[in-house]
């Protein structure tokens, strides 16, 4: 017999799916990413010119490059701090700000030491008050499912910004003016600093439900279980810290210096930065341009790199969330490693498919390494993951401004780059060793904004 209506009612309760607030956020800290990464890759396209028009060296522009690419890295710990105490808002809106104002004043520059102010000090210090540190933060604050997926995904913001900005400013660079070019940039991170201040929701407690996939008020849970081998994450509340980020950045550093592991990662992440940031990122283009490629196809060749590694970088959090991180490190860099011994025999006056080949590679590659980076950092370190990766990435970014600054060096000593790539490739032998001595550790608790009461 049928139950009656009231009864079928009474058994079978109707649910309405809404989109989760974290997708939201994880959206607009995507787009913030984009907005910050614009100036990032521009210097590349704006070397050759400056140098041309107001007679800078190329170790003169390589410094202040290298100054930016060190601030970045150093403001990252105090980063995670200040977005754990004054919010993820406020921070990152106050850092797009800043980038756009130090894009636009070094339109002014006469004199090297203006480049120094505004593309060392000026955008550096945004930039590393955003930097991967802020994706970290988002991922553990908002995610417990997913985590990987959702850091891959933001991290290859950072590409994305290469890929939406490098082209157009090569092209502005080359047929306007290399000023025209850096106020592009400028108003692409002003243009995101809106949707930071309306969507860009500090925390899961702010807006009263639990991260994705954490147990909700009723005590449901459709948080997915552990990769395979790995167990699933307990869950503790949270509490919202009320230490100074600066002594919160420093007790991070004093803990995890203690720990093998912290330095296995930052030496490996140091390598990662030389190889990418200061190495490609900041010379690749004047590179070609010495064996005679025209600037914007050397850019564009640079953004087929962000194409690419958006979906290595989103690969890489998926494989994450399923594999040992320690060996898909270690893979990475051998990988790297052999694409750079090769790229001295590839650079030419025109692009040749063995060219692209290497392009699409490293590309796939190129921070592929910082999903399961996140992921040991979590593992070893709980709730202070965030912090402890910043200094991980500090040391990411310490290698590639030291990096950014002896390539250009060695290119005007020797008036090449060939020296460059190979030890970069030796480079990457070290860090895939390194890798190798990171232990797995017990799966972490996950810590969770406690929603307060009604």
Known sequence: MLPADGALHQNVPVTTR???????????????????????????????????????????LSTAVGLNILLYGLMAPFAAALMERFGLKRVTAAALVVIAGGAALGTLAQHPWVLLLTWGVMIGLGTGSMALVFAAVVT???????????????????????????????????????????????????AVVPLVLLFLHDSPAARGVTPFGAPDAAGSDDAEPGARGVAAPAVVPRSAPRTNPARAAIDGLREAVRHRTFWALAAGFAICGATTNGLIGTHFIPAAHDHGM??????????????????????????TDRWN?????????????????????????????????????????????????????????????????????ASHQIG???????????????????????????????????????????????????????
Do not use: N
């Open 140 to 190: 553990q604050r908002w995610f417990v499912r997913h985590r990987g997926t959702v850091s891959g995904v933001l991290t290859a913001g950072s590409a994305t910004g290469q890929l939406v900005f490098l082209p157009p400013t090569a092209w502005l660079a080359t047929e306007w003016g290399w000023r025209e070019a850096s106020l592009l940039v400028a108003l692409g991170a002003l």
């Open 400 to 454: 590639a401004a030291i990096a950014s600054v002896l390539v250009g060096v060695v290119r005007d000593a020797m008036g090449h780059y060939t020296v460059a790539w190979f030890a970069a490739a030796g480079l990457c032998a070290v860090a895939a060793l390194v890798s190798l001595s990171v232990r797995r550790d017990r799966a972490p608790k996950v810590e969770l904004d406690t929603v307060p009461a009604p």
């Open 294 to 319: 025209p600037q914007t196809a050397a850019a564009g060749l640079l953004a087929l790199v962000g194409i690419f590694d958006i979906a290595g970088t989103v690969l890489s959090g998926w494989l």
């Open 18 to 60: 809404r989109l989760h607030p974290a997708w939201i956020v994880a959206a607009v800290a995507f787009l913030a990413l984009v907005g910050a990464a614009g100036f990032r890759a521009a210097p590349s396209v704006l070397m050759v010119p400056i140098e041309t028009e107001l007679g800078f060296s190329r170790t003169e």
């Open 325 to 393: 991180p320690r060996l898909l490190l270690v893979i990475y860099y051998v990988g790297r490693g052999l694409s750079l011994m090769a790229l001295p025999f590839l650079l030419s006056a025109e692009v040749q498919p063995p060219m692209v080949v290497f392009i699409v590679f490293y590309g796939l590659d190129w921070v592929a390494t910082v999903p399961p980076t996140m992921a040991l950092c979590r593992e070893h370190f709980g709730e202070r993951a965030p912090v402890v990766f910043g200094w991980v990435f």
